[in-house]
């Protein structure tokens, strides 16, 4: 099996087998959508958000956390821009809406200690954590 996520590690192996004794959240394609399964997204750019959109697609659940003000890297990835309206632009590119779909959103700066209580929360109430 490959590219198979494992809940205990809460990380994604790719190209690697699944040792036997490793119990996996999608071991076999009898339980394929994922619907049920939360996922908290720490990643930014472009492999952590492809990941978790395909997730998404599939029905998970994802929680994507970002930086309060900033944002995720990738909302300034543009031209191309999403339109407000015919011929104006917002400020919103149109890689970060494509590979951001299906996916709540929190800003959270993690690197203070309250922000650091609701990561250990969401944590304790997701089966996956992607981050790169």
């Known amino acids: ?3 198979v996520l494992d809940r205990r590690a809460c990380c ?3 190209n690697m087998p699944i040792p036997q004794a490793r119990p996996s959240l999608f071991r076999d394609c009898a339980k394929w959508p994922p619907g049920g399964v939360r996922v908290l997204d720490l990643a930014r750019i472009l492999a952590g958000p492809s990941a978790t959109m395909l997730m998404g697609d599939m029905g998970a659940e994802i929680i994507k956390v970002e930086r309060p003000k900033i944002g ?3 909302r300034r990835y543009a031209p ?3 339109q ?3 011929g104006e632009d917002s400020d919103i590119a149109a890689y970060f ?3 951001n779909r299906n996916k ?3 800003a959270l700066n993690f690197t203070k200690p309250a922000g650091q209580d609701i990561i ?3 944590l304790k109430d997701s089966d996956v954590l992607i981050e790169n």
């Open 72 to 74: 995720d890297d990738t």
């Open 1 to 3: 099996e490959r590219n």
């Open 120 to 122: 250990k929360q969401l």
């Open 84 to 86: 407000k309206k015919k």
């Open 104 to 106: 709540q959103s929190i």
């Open 12 to 14: 994604i192996w790719a």
């Open 97 to 99: 809406t494509s590979c």
């Open 80 to 82: 191309p821009y999403i």
